[in-house]
């Protein structure tokens, strides 16, 4: 590991001022991502701000939202008793990452900044824009049985690896910040993450100095109907070969709203609106729900290796919402 200057600090004043002062300065939370990477020299920062002393800890609920700040570790998220009632999507997938030794070391923040987990850039010998803009992406013509089919383009195909920021795509969530200039903001969740596009390497709208405080979660009747589906190659400490997170309102057999983003298929947290849309006024049936799955892999761009993905993530889709409703697919 590359050898690093340390900072503990002890406001979040005090924190995004440290980041941008230091040259090459990265905040430090739980560390889950930043030290592995650290480690393999994917990222070498001359400076860490650790940040973990910060008063981000707390979980407000309010009858409006439920309020978590950026140093809530994902267990305690997960567990929290008005998020398990009002949220089950976001417990469920919560849950259904990792192992339980790094749920509990590892942020809400820190989640949703965490780096794809495709090989290419986690390897420095190979060609990356993300990791080393404009060298080239490795993956297009190599093994991409673990990579993206939506949100590609011809410089990058990583995957998104989170599953919690699946089900924040489902419930609106808004991601609260700092900047060193006390500047603050609120951004809508499904506007966060961007593209790849041409430029792979800025992978979100913040800015170097920008500090995530808080992650707002409002209150959305139609999630106390949800569920998070998660298709992997293994049970435990595996990341998804296609996931779905759903929510549905019925009256009678009839669809009143409903909700879908998918995950392990994508360059970033997928919401599938014109798929959600087409389902209102339906019957909660496997035809309904299959129709819907055709229409959130529009527009879907295989690899080699990786076309299986399409079908797979609409079979996910399809289970997903007959599990909520207790159809039989």
């Known amino acids: 590991m590359k050898a690093f200057d340390y900072y503990r600090a002890g406001s979040p004043a005090e924190s995004t001022a440290a980041v941008a002062s230091y040259h090459n300065a990265m905040f430090l939370a ?9 480690k393999i020299d994917v990222l070498t ?3 860490v701000v650790d940040v973990n002393p910060l008063a981000l800890r707390e979980i407000e609920v309010t009858d409006e939202a439920i309020v978590v700040g950026a140093n809530v570790r994902n267990s305690q998220l997960a567990w929290h008793p008005a998020v398990r009632e009002r949220f089950p999507v976001l417990t469920q997938a919560i849950l259904s990452g990792a192992t ?3 749920r509990n070391m590892a ?11 495709c090989p290419y850039f986690r390897d420095v010998h190979s060609a990356c824009n993300r990791r080393a803009p404009q060298s080239g992406c490795d993956a297009i013509d190599g093994f991409s049985r673990g990579h993206a089919v939506l949100g590609v383009s011809e410089h990058c195909i990583a995957t998104h690896p989170s599953d919690m920021c699946v089900a924040a795509a489902l419930l609106d969530a808004e991601i609260r ?14 506007e966060f993450h961007l593209l790849p596009r041409d430029t792979p390497h800025h992978e979100t709208v913040l800015d170097r100095d920008e500090l995530i405080t808080h992650v707002v979660f409002p209150t959305v009747p139609i999630a106390r109907r949800s569920h998070y589906l998660k298709v992997r190659d293994r049970a435990s400490y595996e990341f998804a070969l296609a996931s779905a997170a759903v929510a549905i309102q019925l009256d009678g057999d009839r669809i009143v709203e ?3 983003a998918i995950g392990g298929v994508a360059t970033k947290p997928w919401r599938c ?6 389902l209102v006024g339906k019957p909660a049936a496997e035809q309904s729900f299959r129709e819907a799955a055709q229409i959130a892999l529009t527009g879907a761009v295989a690899q080699q290796h990786n076309a299986f993905k399409i079908e797979l993530a609409k079979r996910t889709i399809i289970r997903a919402f007959a599990t909520i409703t207790e159809v039989t697919p």
Do not use: H, W, Y
Request: charged share 15%.
């Open 273 to 278: 609106v014109a798929a959600e849309q087409s």
């Open 258 to 260: 409903a909700r879908l």
């Open 107 to 117: 942020t809400v923040a820190g989640n949703i900044l965490q780096r794809t987990r």
């Open 100 to 102: 339980t030794q790094i």
């Open 177 to 190: 910040t700092m900047k060193a200039n006390g500047a603050n903001r609120t951004i809508a969740f499904n």
């Open 45 to 47: 920062p001359d400076t």
């Open 30 to 38: 739980g560390g889950t991502t930043l030290v592995d990477l650290m």
